[in-house]
């Protein structure tokens, strides 16, 4: 049996438009979503009160992140301005974000699971390191 970890998520969302260079049909025109991003991390072992994270400090990093992007055009945020506004790209990056500042501020006891990130209620992408 393996060791025993911990997960909890959080979500964060923001209204933005993009368009998909290259895409060759109407995604590729600037359109919008109403976009949500769901960050799970999770811990071995729990902090000195039980907890992976406080649910609000989890919030507070990926709003840290997601707060560039709101009620912008994500193709004019580096590194989206060189880098293509998909979900997949943009689930990689939140999780290359969330990765680093708990690194920072945790010290590398949690960790992000994976990344959710919809640009509508039934279109989702997932990014996780295996």
Request: proline share 2%.
């Amino acid at each position: 049996m393996g060791s025993p970890v911990f997960e909890i998520s959080k979500d964060y969302l923001f209204s933005a438009a993009h368009q998909i260079r290259f895409h060759g049909g109407k995604c590729e025109r600037l359109h919008g979503h109403n976009w949500r991003i769901r960050v799970f991390v999770r811990a071995s072992v729990l902090n000195r009160i039980g907890m992976v994270i406080d649910f609000a400090d989890l919030q507070k990093l990926v709003a840290e992140v997601g707060v560039r992007f709101d009620h912008r055009n994500v193709n004019e945020i580096p590194p989206f301005d060189e880098r293509n506004t998909t979900a997949e790209l943009i689930a990689q990056y939140f999780h290359e974000e969330i990765v680093a500042r708990l690194r920072d501020s945790e010290g590398g006891r949690v960790t992000v699971a994976k990344v959710d990130v919809w640009e509508n209620e039934g279109s989702l992408a997932s990014y996780r390191e295996e």
